[in-house]
């Protein structure tokens, strides 16, 4: 059907008369660019940007294969209700979708079939953007794009070139007022240059080859190349992020075992906004869930750096420790949160992969350890070996074998053995034995950790276990046994002095400034501050992903390219499988798809040094980098010049609205993206920030999480899931599936449980206005909630009311009227303005639909439906069911879309004003009369009318009430004379 053309003829609003509706309106909207946003500059500039800026969008959807249940809608219903709510507000409103669109489905998909993910992928978007335009979502499409496309790609990429070619400077005044933040690498190269900063080993800068400028400035980047643990998954054929690794030490995709080993890898330095992440968290107004998930992942941690010298080791490095032959000694740091129970200390731990021990995968003979145990060596510390690298070694490949999940678990007991190693306590001077243990990892802190074991439960058992010393140095309290069990709660200090330093006596605050400060004026500590975070791991053994903007010369110094030479684009490539994929092979090494292009591989550039020959990164982007900016480039999605104008930028971004920190105006998504997306967004945009290129540090002011649609799911005598389409049966008689008996369960609406309902089905069968009113009335929007098809009949019916109370069903004339509404419907009309302006703004649209039903059933009882009422109720309906109220607001006789027509508003406070009000005549506590009372009734008046109601006057026979309770206007209660 052709935009303009009219409705079918008839005129009753059924399923079918509803989708011509729709798809009228849809294609209107789409023509006139009814939902396009202005911006104040630039290719999409336009009069609406003298508005307030409004912007709210959806999370990144992924175009997966199967399209959307109705499960998906749901936020996005959410979201498009609010937008057309504001653009009726008279607000310029940002809303659009784009596309997620990198991701391990789509390569799996590839590996499998031989088809290119680009195929897959522009298929998955097409389909979802015809599901996406079905329900009405008011997208302006100009501004829609995928991670995929080049031009995005590009600017991706160059994204990445500015965290490359940036530092983090924990001294530098940031824009916030507080210290910190990311200052181009040049600066800190010409630091370097001038001498204003040394390099680590003395030598002039002009003294140092280009590779070891590099190897200098690769120390501060905040993306870095570092031969990091990671998760290695030969399954998938790639490494994974923590948080793509299940509990049980698998792949979140695909359930496949994953290993730890050492990988050159590209790691972004987040932990260097640790801080940052963490207090900004009190600027934004998203779930205290949210902020709790993400506080407690950052994990901040305030505490010391404390030196342990170990004797009989010269140095370290992760390559090649090296064992003292004549007295020399390492320094062997440990972060503690405690410093002032260093007294306490009587052993230390560090992790099986610790540069101290030698190289992670080196033999006996490469060990560090000493050839054999040192005098004093107790019998349980060590697991019966011969010899220290025996141990040591053994250890190790016991521990390569456990996941990091089973390493730190609180269940079960802490395995160990002796290094041979000992270091030396700061405070007092005493050796104290070092041992390897799989429950300290490496990416934690530096290590390595000293052991308290009079005050922490994990120290304790681990020293019962080895027979070490405990020695208390807090005061427990009155009647605690040390001898069972680790104090962990506060006390005052004692045994823990020296000859430059008191402790005893003092409070835990005292205790830990006095230590810090002795420690930093002997050189043997500092203050510290920590995270549970580490930086992020951002390489993929991948082909669909966006490819690195460096390439590396002979030496292997890495080169960014210029940004004429972006973007980079993926080659074609004739196998997509990694070569691993051997899911149980630990030692399998990956080589990613890219490996093949060997021409793409080793182009020939001129970066400023004649024509030479480099090689490309062969692994890609994870698909995190494409959502960590996308809300910036929705605000400028063709400016070829930059991420976004600055004045547009500003205009959607900066701070605004009662001293708001800026960043989206409303974002909606699920909770399962608390951590990573989130996280990752505002690492980027505060680098951005720091750099200049946005206006505030924040990408999203409000966030809201909504929550799932769960429905019915049913499986066989096997366990097996079922279609639930097919099940047939009831509660009383039992559920059945082609004859054989199916239990029912609850479960969230997926493929996996097979009880998928699609929005397409429930368009064709109810109309995509139903749908949506059905879905936005089944409950808050932050709370999870049940499908059920046969309750979508009620939605059907509201809007059939509708319909029945503007239109003519046979003949589909226009039957209001222009008469006056009485009184009673003018104060119903006020109370529901107010009340429905009011929900609406709290995001409580089911109880909008409430009170919106309540004044279209009062209209039906009508004997003709006033204009001056009906009118504003389909403004009000708009939002929620926008094509039929623009199929109603035309027919009665408006030439343009209601989109920004104003929402109602009450125009006479005093109808909100109730001049009567209902009393309820009560007979000990039961209901027995109701009476319609003037508001400022007298209790005298209101005891006499509720007195003289029939059935009181019934119950009291003449006699007079015992006692009669009056709460003027609303209640009175009888109680009657005994029997």
């Given at each position: ?512 400034a006095a230590m810090t400060e002795w420690l930093e004026s002997r050189g043997l500590g500092h203050a510290t501050t920590t995270y549970r975070l580490r930086d992020w791991l951002f390489s993929r053994q991948r082909y669909w992903g966006e490819p690195f903007p460096v390439v590396y010369d002979e030496e292997g110094v890495v080169h960014a390219l210029p940004d004429d030479m972006l973007p980079v684009t993926l080659p074609e490539v004739d196998d997509f499988s990694p070569r691993t994929f051997a899911p149980d092979d630990a030692d399998s090494q990956p080589e990613a798809p890219l490996g093949r292009a060997k021409e793409w591989l080793r182009p020939v550039l001129d970066l400023g040094e004649g024509l030479r020959t480099y090689h490309r990164d062969t692994n890609t982007m994870p698909n995190w980098a494409g959502s960590c900016w996308y809300e910036i480039r929705y605000v400028d999605p063709h400016n070829d010049l930059a991420l976004a104008d600055p004045v547009n930028e500003a205009y959607w971004m900066g701070p605004r609205r009662n001293g708001a920190t800026g960043g989206v105006d409303l974002y909606v998504g699920g909770v399962e993206h608390a951590v990573l997306h989130l996280l990752y967004s505002r690492f980027w945009q505060k ?293």
């Amino acid at each position: 059907m052709a935009a303009g053309d009219s409705v079918e003829p008839e005129h009753r609003y059924s399923a079918e008369l509803a989708g011509a509706v729709e798809s009228k309106w849809q294609g209107l909207w789409e023509e006139r660019g009814t939902f396009d946003a202005d911006n104040p500059v630039g290719d999409l500039a336009g009069p609406l940007a003298d508005r307030p800026p409004f912007f709210v969008m959806d999370m990144f959807p992924y175009p997966s294969g199967k399209g959307l249940h109705v499960g998906h809608p749901l936020g996005y219903i959410a979201t498009d209700t609010v937008a057309r709510y504001h653009r009726m507000k008279g607000d310029n409103v940002l809303y659009t979708m784009g596309f997620d669109a990198f991701g391990l489905p789509a390569e799996q998909y590839a590996v499998q079939t031989g088809q290119h993910p680009r195929i897959t992928t522009e298929q998955n978007i097409a389909t979802m953007r015809r599901q996406l335009r079905s329900l009405g979502l008011s997208h302006d499409l100009r501004r829609s794009f995928a991670t995929t496309d080049d031009d995005y790609v590009r600017w991706t990429q160059w994204i990445f070139l500015q965290i490359f070619n940036s530092w983090y400077d924990d001294d530098a005044p940031n824009a916030e007022g507080g210290t910190g933040r990311a200052r181009p690498i040049a600066e800190l190269e010409e630091q370097f240059a001038n001498g204003t900063r040394p390099t680590p080993d003395g030598r002039a800068w002009a003294d140092l080859d280009a590779a070891a400028r590099e190897g200098v400035l690769g120390e501060y980047r905040l993306a870095y190349i570092s031969e990091a643990p990671v998760n290695w998954c030969p399954g998938l054929g790639t490494v994974l992020a923590n948080e793509e690794v299940t509990s049980e030490g698998r792949s979140e995709r695909g359930d496949f075992p994953v290993f730890h080993k050492k990988l050159r890898q590209w790691m972004m330095r987040i932990t260097a906004y640790g801080d940052r992440l963490t207090k900004d968290l009190a600027k934004i107004d998203w779930p205290d869930k949210v902020r709790s998930m993400q506080s407690h992942w950052i994990g901040e941690s305030h505490g010391a750096t404390v030196v342990f010298r170990v004797p009989g080791v010269t140095q370290f490095t992760e390559e090649e420790p090296s064992r003292a032959a004549d007295g020399g000694e390492a320094r062997l740091e440990v972060f503690t949160t405690r410093p002032d129970t260093l007294f306490g200390a009587t052993f230390m731990v560090v992790a099986p992969e610790h540069p101290l021990l030698g190289a992670e995968h080196a033999d006996e003979a490469g060990l560090s350890v000493p050839p054999s145990w040192p005098e004093g060596t107790r019998p349980a510390w060590t697991g019966g070996f011969a010899t220290p690298a025996e141990a040591v070694a053994a250890y190790r490949a016991h521990a390569a074998a456990r996941t990091e999940e089973e390493r730190t678990a609180e269940a079960g007991g802490k395995t160990g053995v002796f290094t041979g190693l000992y270091g030396t306590n700061p405070v007092n001077g005493t050796s104290v034995p070092i041992f390897v243990a799989d429950y300290v990892l490496m990416g934690y802190g530096t290590g390595a950790i000293m052991a308290v074991p009079a005050h922490d439960d994990r120290d304790f058992a681990f020293a019962r276990t080895f027979d070490l010393d405990i020695v208390t140095t807090i005061t427990p309290e009155e009647g605690f046994d040390t001898e069972a069990a680790a104090w962990t709660g506060d006390g005052v200090l004692v045994n823990s002095h020296n000859e430059e330093i008191d402790l005893d006596g003092l409070d835990k605050a005292h205790a830990i400034a006095a230590m810090t400060e002795w420690l930093e004026s002997r050189g043997l500590g500092h203050a510290t501050t920590t995270y549970r975070l580490r930086d992020w791991l951002f390489s993929r053994q991948r082909y669909w992903g966006e490819p690195f903007p460096v390439v590396y010369d002979e030496e292997g110094v890495v080169h960014a390219l210029p940004d004429d030479m972006l973007p980079v684009t993926l080659p074609e490539v004739d196998d997509f499988s990694p070569r691993t994929f051997a899911p149980d092979d630990a030692d399998s090494q990956p080589e990613a798809p890219l490996g093949r292009a060997k021409e793409w591989l080793r182009p020939v550039l001129d970066l400023g040094e004649g024509l030479r020959t480099y090689h490309r990164d062969t692994n890609t982007m994870p698909n995190w980098a494409g959502s960590c900016w996308y809300e910036i480039r929705y605000v400028d999605p063709h400016n070829d010049l930059a991420l976004a104008d600055p004045v547009n930028e500003a205009y959607w971004m900066g701070p605004r609205r009662n001293g708001a920190t800026g960043g989206v105006d409303l974002y909606v998504g699920g909770v399962e993206h608390a951590v990573l997306h989130l996280l990752y967004s505002r690492f980027w945009q505060k680098v951005l920030f720091d750099l200049g290129f946005v206006s505030t540090s924040e990408p999203f002011h409000k966030l809201f999480n909504q929550g799932y649609i769960q429905a019915y799911a049913y499986r066989d005598d096997r366990g097996a899931y079922v279609p639930a389409e097919e099940v047939q049966g009831d509660e009383e008689h039992g559920f059945t599936w082609k004859g054989e008996h199916v239990t029912r369960e609850y479960g969230k609406m997926g493929k996996s449980l097979k009880n998928i309902v699609t929005p397409d089905a429930m368009s064709k069968a109810y109309g995509a206005d139903t749908l949506r009113v059905y879905e936005m009335s089944m409950g808050p929007l932050d709370l999870s909630r049940p499908w059920d098809t046969r309750a979508v009949v009620g939605s059907q019916r509201f809007l059939q009311r509708l319909w029945r109370n503007v239109l003519d069903e046979e003949t589909g004339e226009v039957t209001v009227v222009d008469t006056p509404a009485d009184q009673g419907t003018r104060r119903l009309l006020a109370r529901t303005v107010d009340e429905v302006t009011t929900e609406f703004e709290h995001m409580r649209v089911n109880t909008a639909i409430a009170r919106l039903i309540v004044l279209n059933n009062h209209l039906t009882g009508l004997s003709a439906v006033p204009r001056e009422v009906v009118e504003p109720l389909v403004l009000m309906v708009s939002p929620v069911a926008p094509h039929i109220a623009e199929e109603l607001w035309q027919r009665l006789g408006h030439e343009e879309s209601l989109s920004r027509e104003p929402f109602p508003v009450v125009s006479d406070p005093s109808l909100l004003v109730d001049d009567t009000v209902t009393a309820i005549v009560q007979v000990n506590g039961k209901v027995r009369a109701r009476l319609e009372v003037p508001t400022d009734i007298d209790e005298g008046d209101l005891r006499e009318q509720a007195l003289a109601t029939e059935p009181i006057q019934r119950l009291l026979q003449g006699r007079e009430p015992l006692k009669v309770i009056v709460r003027a206007p609303r209640l009175v209660n009888v109680v009657p004379p005994r029997d």
